[in-house]
DNA sequence: CTGAAAGCGCTTACAG
DNA sequence: CTGAAAGCGCTTACAG
């Protein structure tokens, strides 16, 4: 038969009726074993697969999850925690054959459009957010919407969104003690954009922290993740005077564009001034000297979302019932390397 | 209504047939521009979406594009070729509402498998087939399954498999001939994987330019695109006498670690050697020295091939007739920029 | 130009 | 345990 297979063919083919052949397929009662083994048999010669239309349509799931990104493509391309993430998210789904569905968005309000379209048109289950901005509109319009969702980043109040997030005060505190151990008292941060959540929280951590190793020059001017933006930061940094002995940079790309400054000037790295990145991508180590940076687990920080996700799609019941579970990850650590040494005055 | 709006529902609001909400929604002629101004009118302030799978059983149509990926994530990740790729699809894809699916896999086996079963779930209309190989099996076996697709690669030799590609030859004459007029003899060159199609073309391309040249110490050895390979290539042949005066590598992230092992070894660049990069993403202009490197624009390589891809699932007859098109894309070209410089002997 | 009906390929109560 | 039937929400010939 050149036509695809449907359960129709099998029905008949094993002298059953269609619900039987449902039924053996989805592993429910309502067949005898030996029936069940005999449909899974013809099934299987036959190379049938179940339409996703006709399933979707039926029992009212999509069988997919989305994600909409917001940020400029050469961000996306140019950081490689985002294909990080998507490859721990797209591990996790693909094992249970669920789709996810990509798109790159430019506004806040496209992106809740794409959201209410995917819903409406049932081609998602729910949506992984990411990037959670400080009084972020997703965490009320998203649930409002009835769409299920998990939200990558936080911790955020919220009853109905749950979340997966790690803690982001802990890692600014343990980078200016190690710098601070190591004799450097002038430090300077490139931040990343102020308003994204998690911004905020490393905006307070390292205040806190720098406050309480009484290191009162310290400073962070906030940049968009690219290089020349923390290009020109740093180039400032490295000219005022008496300048910076360490300048921590919140992700990969903008920490090896200000070596890059470094080399530049003439400013040996790390015996003149030592550099810590946020984010330990493969970039870290590409370098010389390689970047001192705080480790995490990318990778795991995205499976373990759509684990979520999907443990929620699988059990509405409990995910509509009670707050929203809030899963911490473990927290980022430090990973000293070649750009990080003892400060000289 | 807390209900979702079905055709049924505008219907009714109507007083006219599903059919004719049908014909109206879908701009096809069967209903009179009265009634259809009513029935969109009804539509709107309803807020009717269609349902993608009811759509997609009785069309039989996914509205939906598949993208396999075959790299390992890290290298996935590193590479701001494939975001800006997929950048580069999505946005043709959204603009004619097609969703990209996207999947990792690791095998050849896994993604045939993947094609197999998205075609046979009806999830997707088409695919888009990224890092042909030489030989690559998908050429035959994906037009085989019936599943339209496009080659993001080539020039392929296909009746049937339609392809979007680039020409590699030219940019490497372009390379050799720029190191040579800047009076390089001893150049070598740090190659993607050996079975990628496109590493074969450069392969003979830069084999033709040297030899054209009389550069006969000219070399290349493969390498996987990552960090720690290039630097371990980089560093054989810097520490070679007579070491190279140049260096070509053929992706980003190899140059990257290959000017780091220029660093590390206290080899200036481009003082006392050249370095030049494909694939010009932002990535090298984070450096000091920034990066000459053959730029091409990725995002319209993805966009182009999208739309092809669109273009032939508009009109089955035409590309089921005829040999599939085969559409060149414009070739790279040399940016120099900082770590290219003049020969010393 | 319009309506009533069948059909896409599944799932799922509901009877036997 | 099994079968016959209705239904999911659309599209599309086929009559009027």
Redesign the pocket.
Known sequence: MTR?P???DIAQAA??????V??A??GR????AA?RERILAIATEMGFV??RA??S????TAQAVGLALRRPARVLGLEPFFMELISGMESKLSAESFGLTIQLVVTQEEELEVYRRWWAERRVDGVLLCDLHVDDVRVEAVPALGLPAVAVGGPIESERLASVWHDDHEPCAEVLEYLYALGHRRIARVAGLPHLLHTTYRDSGFGEAAARLGLESFQSIHADYTGEQAARITRRYLTSTPRPTAIVFDNDVMAIAGLGVAHELGIAVPEELSIVAWDDSPLCRLTHPTLTSLTRDVTAYGSRSAELLLARLKDPAAAGAGPAPSIRCPTASLSPRGSTGPAVA
Chains 1, 2 share one sequence.
């Open positions: 695809r449907t359960i129709a002298g059953v009726s269609k619900g039987a449902s039924y397929l989805n009662p309502g067949v005898s029936t179940p339409n006709a399933r349509l039926s029992a009212s």
